[in-house]
Every structure is written in structure tokens, then in C-alpha cells.
């Protein structure tokens, strides 16, 4: 079964700031990998995934992630965060012909204006 | 187009009583996936029905059941309720293929006193 790893749980910043969120899985195959946020009242919104292909992918609201399969990480960043940023952020993982997800602990990031 | 839509929104019920969920899944989505979110936690995956039969599941005993209907459509229940079952039940709903986003939910916010 897979499993993921988030670190520093809570994150605090200040705006325009840089942001980047770790996230390490534990599973020998191929996987699909996920980055998920979740605003304050709302439901889980899928930021960016992949899949396969090029290993940095962009996701909306100016994120993107890398994929390094060699250290199984899919870390996520942003150069320059807004308020509007502050949110969980949940890194997920499952493999392929299974979309069973398996998540990490998150990440409450607070932007502070 | 709706999402995925879940009711209720907020639920209290007592110790040892049953509880029932339910799930309608965004359209064009066959597979509806259920997911346990204790606070400060990931969601933990509990189980997945697709064809209206389970087809997968978590580590969680079996007062944890579930249905889905032939619109694909889902409940999930719980029978005698602990305290330890509060937390937020998330649905998630998504298309039979590889390489497919589950789309969630707001959630159902289940408290057990």
C-alpha cells in the first residue's frame, strides 16, 4: 500500500513570499501523483497531477510540482503567494488502473497580508 | 454542471446509534469513492463502489457499509456509532479509467456525542 509524507504541518508567510510544501510516497511502482487544496469552508479541489511525462507540472493558480522519482518526492510551489492562498494542502498518491488515493496529513499555510 | 453533492452537511447522533450518508457523484462519473477525515488528519479511504458492488476497501471494520444505486449514486453507513467515528466523511466521485482526478464533495461533518 502507499503512503505519503508531509512535513512542517503549519506553515506561515508572509504575502509575495515563496512557498514550497514537501511531499515524499512510499511505493516501488508507477504512481500518479496529486496535489489537492482545500480553502477555508469549501471542498477539496484538485491544484495540479500527474501523470506521466514531463516531471514539472503546472497547475492552476500559478502552482506547479516537481516529480522526482528518484528521491520519490512531488514537491509544491509557488514563487510568489497571495492571501487568497491560505489553505490546507493535501499531496495524494495512487497507482495507475487503481484511483484509490492515498493522502498525506496536509499542510495548513497561512498568508498573512 | 453539479459536482459531487453530499447530505447532510452536519449530522449529531449519539453513541451507539446508525447514521446514513449519502452521495450524489458529479455527472458522467460512475465510481464513488468514500473517504474519513478526523481533524488535524488526510483522508483516510474507506471504501469504493463501482457497478454497484464494493470493490475495494480500507482498513475500517465493518459497521462501515455502503450502497450504490443504478444512477450511481451512494450511501454510506455506520452502525453503532463510537465517538472516535466524528470527523468529516468525504465522497468522492469519479470516471472508471486510468489516470482520472476524483473530484469531492464538501462532506458531511458527523459528530457523535
Known amino acids: 500500500a502507499q503512503s505519503v509524507s508531509q512535513h512542517n504541518h503549519h506553515v506561515i508567510l508572509s504575502e509575495a513570499a515563496s512557498l514550497e510544501l514537501g511531499c515524499n510516497y512510499s511505493y516501488g511502482g508507477t504512481v500518479n501523483l496529486f496535489w489537492y487544496v482545500q480553502y477555508p469552508g469549501q471542498h477539496l479541489q484538485l491544484l495540479l497531477k500527474?501523470?506521466?511525462?514531463?516531471?514539472l507540472v503546472k497547475g492552476i493558480k500559478g502552482f506547479e510540482a516537481e516529480f522526482i522519482k528518484s528521491k520519490f518526492s512531488f514537491n509544491l510551489r509557488k514563487p510568489s503567494v497571495q492571501w487568497s492562498d491560505t489553505a490546507e494542502y493535501f499531496c495524494?498518491?495512487?497507482?495507475?488502473?487503481?484511483?484509490?488515493?492515498?493522502f498525506g496529513k496536509g499542510n495548513q499555510v497561512v498568508v498573512i497580508p | 454542471d453539479a459536482g459531487v453533492t453530499q447530505s447532510p452537511t452536519h449530522l449529531i447522533k449519539t453513541r451507539g446509534q446508525q447514521v446514513t450518508l449519502r452521495c450524489s457523484p458529479k455527472?458522467?462519473?460512475?465510481?464513488v469513492s468514500w473517504y474519513q477525515q478526523a481533524l488535524g488528519q488526510g483522508p483516510q479511504f474507506i471504501f469504493q463502489y463501482y457497478e454497484e458492488e464494493e470493490r475495494q476497501r480500507g482498513n475500517f471494520p465493518d459497521r462501515f457499509s455502503g450502497h450504490q444505486f443504478p444512477n450511481y449514486s451512494s450511501e454510506l453507513n455506520v452502525n453503532a456509532l463510537l465517538l472516535g467515528d466524528s470527523a468529516l466523511y468525504l465522497c468522492a466521485s469519479s470516471e472508471n479509467r486510468d489516470n482520472t482526478e476524483a473530484f469531492f464533495g464538501q462532506g458531511t461533518r458527523l459528530t457523535v456525542v
Open positions: 500527474y501523470f506521466s511525462g514531463d516531471p
Open positions: 455527472s458522467g462519473h460512475d465510481t
Open positions: 495524494a498518491v495512487n497507482a495507475p488502473g487503481n484511483n484509490r488515493l492515498a
